[in-house]
Nanobody
Framework: QVQLVESGGGLVQAGGSLRLSCAASGRSFSGYAMGWFRQAPGKEGEFVAGITWSLGRTYYADSVKGRFTISRDNANNAVYLRMNSLKPEDTAVYYC?????????????????WGQGATVTVSS
């Protein structure tokens, strides 16, 4: 059974930092692109960041560029999202996702597996 499990969410003050982790299990994720999405209360979900398998190319939403960093540990089937300079508008449930075709896309419908989500709350 394929599982993506996020951890590392929590409550932080504006300007603070958090690191989200996503542990993948149940199959090899060799060749998979990994992404982070988020959904704020009352808003549609949005792409946050993504990383390819082979070259580790990274992609970011404009709203987080320069503040967030995505990385992955292929040997351990893990992906991370380092979030710095957090703002109240970053408050959301953050989801880890895996896509078998290996290319990062901002379209959530094209990802094959999803985690259950980790809540990030940024207070002002």
């Amino acid at each position: 059974q394929v599982q993506l499990v996020e951890s590392g969410g929590g409550l932080v003050q504006a300007g603070g930092s958090l690191r989200l982790s996503c542990a993948a299990s149940g199959r090899s994720f060799s060749g998979y692109a990994m992404g982070w999405f988020r959904q704020a209360p009352g808003k549609e979900g949005e792409f946050v960041a993504g990383i390819t398998w082979s070259l580790g190319r990274t992609y970011y939403a404009d709203s987080v560029k320069g503040r967030f960093t995505i990385s992955r540990d292929n040997a351990n089937n893990a992906v991370y999202l380092r979030m710095n300079s957090l703002k109240p508008e970053d408050t959301a449930v953050y989801y880890c996702a895996a896509r078998s075709l290996g290319a990062v896309t901002t379209d959530p419908r094209l990802y094959d597996y999803w985690g259950q989500g980790a809540t990030v709350t940024v207070s002002s």
